[in-house]
């Protein structure tokens, strides 16, 4: 890379990387109940290491593989208005979560709803790819249209389910599935993490064959990568991370689209600064969005789902009027 376009994506990197710390500082601190760090007591340090700090990682992780799963899947699809829920994994994700709630089946413990979540994403994955996967060949649009077609099926039972169900357990539901940060804890973060990292990494390692395959796939071709081997290892990396968010915290919507585009207009289109980019930013906007959703209606919350939407969507319609984001 020559060394002004160096420049040029580093500068607006550590800026996104300064706001972030900024946020995640915020979110420590803040809140309900605002702490002074200079002067905590030993509930105070309770509440900071055993309930924001579980939080504010698992809402960083969530955040990092939505806007992460975001930009590679733009550019699998060579679709602007991709997102990582446009492949019915998150409906397949809130219908077993849903089932659980519904139902009230524990078995697992606190563990029930993200494990019910988990096996419900994985297995909309391979159906979703399975669907895809024609002669040999792992067709794009066929994937779209396969998670379009499996979004509608499982949002109608989801409903049916909803429909007939009692009052409390609709609202538990309704919220788990527009965002629930509040069941966070650090016993959720190990296997979050596995996940989550094990997604990024495949993604930002083969951020320069999705440069390629954005190109087509004769030139990727000609450049020496596979086109259907790296499309393929990077729908694997979108369904673990998807999967794990979802599982993580529900149903969290805009991160996915709008975070690739905000860091595309600073950092540029190559992968391998975008990917970190919008999963750095995807942190910390979903970090954000979870700090207003606790403190602004205090002691009730508002789902961080809910607040992504209010924040994202006008955004979103700003951009599409003042700047060129239907290009990837």
Known sequence: MPEKIRIKTRVPFILIVFIISAILLGSLFLGPTIINPFTMNHVEKEILYSIRL?????????????????????????????????????????????????????????????????????????????????????WPERLLLAGVGLSFLFHSVLILLMSISSADSLRKTLFWIFGDLSIADWSLIPYGSLFIVSGLCIAFFRAKALNALMLGDELAHSLGFSAQRERMLLFISIALMTSASVSLG?????????????????????????????????????????LIGKSILSPMEIPSGIVTALIGSPYFLYLLRKKDVLSV
């Open 54 to 138: 579980p939080r504010i990682i698992i809402s960083v992780l969530m955040g990092m593989a939505l806007g992460a799963s975001g930009a590679v899947l733009q550019g699998i699809l060579r679709n602007p208005l991709a997102d990582p829920y446009i492949l019915g994994i998150s409906s397949g994700s809130s219908l077993m979560a849903a089932l659980g709630l519904l139902s009230g089946f524990s078995l697992f413990g606190k563990f029930t709803i993200p494990l019910t979540a988990f096996i419900g994403a994985s297995l909309v994955s391979i159906i979703v790819g399975a669907f895809g996967w024609k002669r040999g060949r792992l």
């Open 250 to 290: 529900g149903t969290i919507g805009f991160i996915g689209l709008l975070m690739p585009h905000i860091a595309r207009f600073f950092v540029g289109s190559d992968n391998s600064i975008l990917i970190p980019a919008s999963a750095l930013s995807g942190g910390a906007f979903l970090c954000l969005a979870d």
